[in-house]
């Protein structure tokens, strides 16, 4: 599975990004595709995921009612809109996929920086 990531750039507070990943290689309809983020100086965590064959979205407590993750099967692009954006939010994000039946995101792309200015 090959993914790659889209969309990132520099953005005020209160405005919206919208992320996208391309998604190539497997057939997805038994895979988790996600979002993580990694600040600078801070460890990569979770934003959001999504089941690829039935949408079944998961969101970190930050990303709850400011982030909504969805896909298009037909493209195999997975995007992240991000609305009300806060300078805490400036991180690298990757999207990453795993097959449903691991626990482990093993497949990535390279990040995009979106940076939130105050």
């Known amino acids: 599975v090959q993914l790659q990531a889209s969309g990132g750039g520099l953005v005020q507070t209160g405005g919206s990004l919208r992320l996208s990943c391309a998604v190539s290689g497997h057939t997805l309809s038994d895979y988790i595709v996600g979002w993580f983020r990694q600040a600078p100086g801070k460890e990569r965590e979770f934003v959001a995921n999504?089941?690829?064959?039935?949408?079944?979205?998961g969101y970190a407590n930050f990303a709850k009612g400011r982030f909504t993750i969805s896909r298009d099967r037909a493209n195999n692009t997975m995007y992240l809109q991000m609305d009300s954006l806060k300078p805490e939010d400036t991180a690298t994000y990757y999207c990453a996929a795993r097959w449903r039946g691991v626990s482990e995101y093993n497949f990535w792309g390279p990040g995009t920086l979106v940076t939130v200015s105050s």
């Open positions: 999504i089941l690829w064959s039935r949408h079944n979205p």
